[in-house]
């Protein structure tokens, strides 16, 4: 159970990756920012903790890039000053060349940086970066700062067809992988919408191969996630997040069920997710996915 907190403003990344879940990027930036004070994060996570104790993981996260959070570094100091659980950062990794990103991220616990790309044209072709974002740039400050990490980092890869699939594709990868000091790698695939309705799934054979190449493994099929949420109403509770993480109409369904929902209930707001304009559906892998607009 993560409990996540996000630092930035809906869609505000240094990417727009051709797999992203929340769609284009519309805030495209490299610059970071205080977009919240410190303190107002730090008021409404006091706030939260004193009434739960369910989470494992304090999970800095955002609808965006959160390494473009300018005070990152006293927000996961403040964070740990107020909590004994871990404190995980999700991040595309694209900021790691910036030698202050690096410090703000030295005394989390725990790091999950994406390394997709093998090389300028694929982190082009994957990501759609920021004019100032190179990959060469990013990969060796993600090896610089796995030298001097002391908490765990966890690798993903985002596997897209026909871009890092092919044998030649994650050989280089590897070789790239080889360079840096991480605890584990996860071969991920979209099992969500992605921003763009032409990119390929990887199929099995091509994870497979990823996992043998690269020696992580594959999280594929982990990834129907279990949702909760702190907001006592049913439906306001699915659009907070919503708008966060895009859910299926199954965990939408298990996300009800937890709450003891009747059938009736649960069809009831499924036909009002229908009619909600602030609500995309899309259909998806055979079965809808909801995304929250606003
Ligand atoms: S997947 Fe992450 S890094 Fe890529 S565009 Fe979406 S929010 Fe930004």
């Known amino acids: 159970m993560s409990l996540g907190v996000s630092p930035i403003p809906k869609k505000y990344c240094n990417f727009s990756c051709v797999y992203c879940q929340i769609g284009r990027t519309d805030h495209m930036t490299d610059k970071r920012e205080d977009f919240f004070p410190v303190e107002n994060i730090i008021d409404e996570f006091k706030e939260y903790i004193k009434e739960n104790d369910d989470y494992h993981v304090v999970t800095v996260v955002g609808e965006g890039e959160p390494t473009l959070y300018k005070s990152l570094g006293k927000l996961i100091a403040e964070l740990k000053k107020l909590t004994s659980k871990p404190i995980a950062v999700i991040t595309n990794g694209a900021n790691l060349g910036d030698k202050s990103v690096r410090e703000d991220l030295m005394e989390c616990d725990l790091l999950l940086p994406s390394l997709d790309a093998f090389d300028e044209a694929s982190f082009k072709a994957l990501h759609r970066p920021h004019g100032r974002v190179k ?160």
Not at 224 to 243: A, H, R
Not at 253 to 269: G, P, Q, T
Request: negative net charge; glycine residues 6%.
């Open 135 to 294: 990959f060469l740039k990013s990969y060796e400050g993600l090896v610089e700062l796995s030298q001097k990490f002391k908490g765990e980092l966890w690798i993903e890869v985002m596997l897209i067809e026909g871009i890092n699939t092919s044998e030649e594709a994650l050989i280089k990868l590897k070789a790239l992988l080889d360079k840096v000091k991480y605890t584990k790698v996860y071969i991920n695939a979209p099992v969500r919408p992605p921003a763009e309705g032409n990119i390929v799934v990887p199929p099995k054979e091509s994870i497979e191969r990823a996992v043998n190449i690269l020696g992580g493994f594959s999280i594929d099929t982990l990834t129907t996630g279990k949702f909760s949420s702190g907001i006592v109403d049913n439906y306001e509770g699915i659009l907070s997040i919503i708008k966060r993480h895009p859910m299926n109409q199954f965990e939408i369904e298990a996300f009800l069920k937890d709450r003891n929902c009747s059938e009736d209930e649960i069809k009831n707001i499924f036909n009002i997710l229908k009619e909600d304009v602030t609500v995309e559906i899309i259909e998806y892998k055979g079965f809808y996915t909801y995304r929250g607009l606003i």
